[in-house]
């Protein structure tokens, strides 16, 4: 059984930092893409930041050069550093894995107050 589980939303003031965790278990950690993604109320869920099992990342475009996406395959775990956070980085935060089937954790909230 695939379980994904997200720690370390919160609230913050804007310029503040953040760092999510997701912890993965069930499957081939190491062999497969993460990513987190987004959705804020009213709003399409987004991907946030992507990296594949070689390291090769993405970004959305207002998130690059604040956001930070990185691996431990020793600890099965992806985590989203998230610096000098916007008002409208307010959106509750998913981990996504792949392996060949789609898995999504439960989500933690992240508010950025001005």
């Known amino acids: 059984q695939v379980q994904l589980v997200e720690s370390g939303g919160g609230a913050v003031q804007a310029g503040g930092s953040l760092r999510l965790s997701c912890a993965a278990s069930g499957f081939t950690f190491r062999v497969n893409a993460m990513a987190w993604y987004r959705q804020a109320p009213g709003k399409q869920r987004e991907e946030v930041a992507f990296?594949?099992?070689?390291?090769?990342?993405r970004y959305l475009d207002s998130v690059k050069g604040r956001f930070t996406i990185s691996r431990d395959n020793a600890k099965n775990t992806v985590y989203l550093q998230m610096n000098r956070l916007k008002p409208e980085d307010t959106a509750v935060y998913y981990c996504?894995?792949?392996?060949?089937?789609?898995?999504w954790g439960q989500g933690t909230q992240v508010t950025v107050s001005s």
């Open positions: 990296i594949t099992n070689d390291i090769k990342t």
């Open positions: 996504w894995g792949s392996s060949g089937l789609n898995y």
